[in-house]
């Protein structure tokens, strides 16, 4: 029964370049969460999703991040034009809808050089 | 204003001994959720623990327990017998009812050493 996965597990990028980061949830989950974690910060959530659908994105910075759950395949969240700031570990995290806790992903550590 | 505070950054405790990490949460909801999260120095989110707002008991998991006050808004995490491997971040969070679903907040988290 394999958890929730995410790819890569480091990303390095330039400044400008874009960042493409995958999430698979738990098999017979449909609502996916992205978070960013600061260096020694908790964790900031930023989007819920549930299949071909953002159901809440109040924790998206407006510009230059994008997330999206199609039908087929993993979910992606996606930073465009990186800056330093973008470094940080973004955690994905799914959970059925009759589950309360979220399940999460081992992270991706984007660093931005 | 925050919605979850960990008013412990960092937290000592002899091994075998029982320690308790402090938990205040700010909603107006009726329906919530509490969780207690582990994030040991490799990075990955554990999920330890979750108290429902309506549940009576104190959630016990094992080692772990959450003594929940819910007139005092606090859910404090009570390790019990600490071991070497306790030695994490931890996370309080919560989830307020929505139909929408699922919303975490995090606190700051506390870390937490434990000392042989």
């Known amino acids: 029964n394999a958890g929730v996965m995410q790819n890569p597990r480091h990303l390095v990028r330039r400044r400008g370049q874009e960042a493409r980061l995958r999430c698979s949830p738990m098999k017979g989950h449909s609502h996916v969460y992205w978070y960013r974690q600061l260096p020694e910060e908790g964790l900031k959530f930023m989007v819920y999703l549930q299949k071909e659908n953002i159901i809440d994105e109040s924790g998206m910075p407006k510009e230059r991040f994008s997330a999206e759950f199609p039908k087929e395949g993993p979910s992606i969240l996606r930073i465009q034009q990186v800056v330093r700031g973008d470094s940080a570990a973004y955690f994905c995290a799914s959970s059925s809808g009759l589950i309360y806790e979220q399940y999460f992903g081992p992270g991706t550590r984007l660093t931005v050089t | 204003a925050q919605k979850i505070t960990q008013t412990q950054p960092g937290m000592f405790v002899q091994e075998k001994e029982a320690v308790t990490l402090d938990c205040t949460y700010d909603t107006s909801d009726q329906s919530y959720g509490l969780f207690w999260y582990k994030q040991p120095s490799s990075g990955e989110m554990i999920f330890l623990i979750y108290q429902g707002s309506y549940d009576e008991q104190n959630a016990t998991e094992g080692r772990y327990s959450l003594n929940f006050q819910k007139a005092r808004k606090s859910a404090n995490l009570v390790i019990s017998a600490s071991q070497l491997g306790d030695s994490a971040m931890y996370f309080c969070?919560?989830?307020?009812?929505?139909?929408?679903?699922?919303?975490?907040?995090f606190g700051p988290g506390t870390r937490l050493s434990v000392l042989p």
């Open positions: 969070a919560m989830r307020e009812g929505s139909d929408y679903g699922q919303n975490f907040v």
